[in-house]
């Protein structure tokens, strides 16, 4: 049995319904989906995530590229028309 995770929306305090949940290899999320949407994952060789996409009425679309030698930092960003260089983004 996964570890069990309990998401409450602010106003109601009802848990979303969750469906259809996918993990790779590595127990990393790659998809998901609940009653407002779908969210996709995807991850390079070394496990870190290259994209995020969730659609719906806020859908997103986001892209991660990592630099030639890869020191862990993104080193682009893109969100569909937009682009975010040299982002100064390292999660711990």
Known sequence: ??????LY??????PPVV???AYNAAGELTA???TAYTE????????QLT???AGGAQG????????TGNNGRISQMTDMSRHYDNVPFCPR
């Open 40 to 47: 996709t994952l995807q991850y390079n060789a070394n496990l």
């Open 1 to 6: 049995m996964g570890r069990q995770i309990d």
């Open 51 to 53: 994209r995020i996409a």
């Open 32 to 34: 998901m989906t609940t």
């Open 19 to 21: 469906s259809n949940v």
């Open 60 to 67: 997103i679309d986001f892209t991660y590229t990592y630099p």
């Open 9 to 14: 929306l602010e106003t109601a305090q009802r």
